[in-house]
């Protein structure tokens, strides 16, 4: 596994319009959706930093979710335009922690911020240090 050409950038922000299939019959967004989005959050700013997940599971380098918190602040509604930024926060021997924030593109509020701790494990499931030149 080569080093990224870009690495280090902390933070990353995707923007996000609610599908339809993800609301419930008031056009609120279904809490369970803004996990799905942290990990869309996760993904792109690893390929950001020049690197995909699917390069790291090649070089046997697996990350896997130990902690997830969400705060619900406000709703999102059906096909408006969101901002979700994620922040790498934290990394130590074995672990990744970020940041997330999903705001409304319209007026800044902010709908919903979190956390997670992701784990480094081996093919096999078991614990593993995080390989140096990675972009954490």
């Known amino acids: 596994m080569g080093s990224p050409k870009r690495k280090t950038i902390q933070s990353h922000t995707i923007t996000i319009v609610p599908r339809y299939a993800e609301t419930d ?23 950001a930093n020049g690197l995909a997940y699917k390069d790291l599971e090649q070089a046997g380098v697996f990350f896997v979710v130990a902690e997830l918190h969400v705060i619900y602040r406000r709703p999102a509604q059906y096909d408006e335009k969101l901002h979700l930024e994620t922040t790498c926060s934290t990394v130590t021997a074995g672990k990744v922690e970020h940041s997330y924030k999903l705001t409304r593109c319209s007026d800044g509020a902010i709908l919903a911020e979190g956390s997670s701790i992701l784990a480094c494990v081996n093919a096999e499931g078991k614990i593993r240090r995080i390989p140096k030149g990675l972009p954490f």
């Open 25 to 47: 019959k008031a056009g609120v967004v279904h809490h369970s959706v803004h996990p799905v989005w942290f990990e869309m959050g996760r993904t792109e700013l690893l390929r």
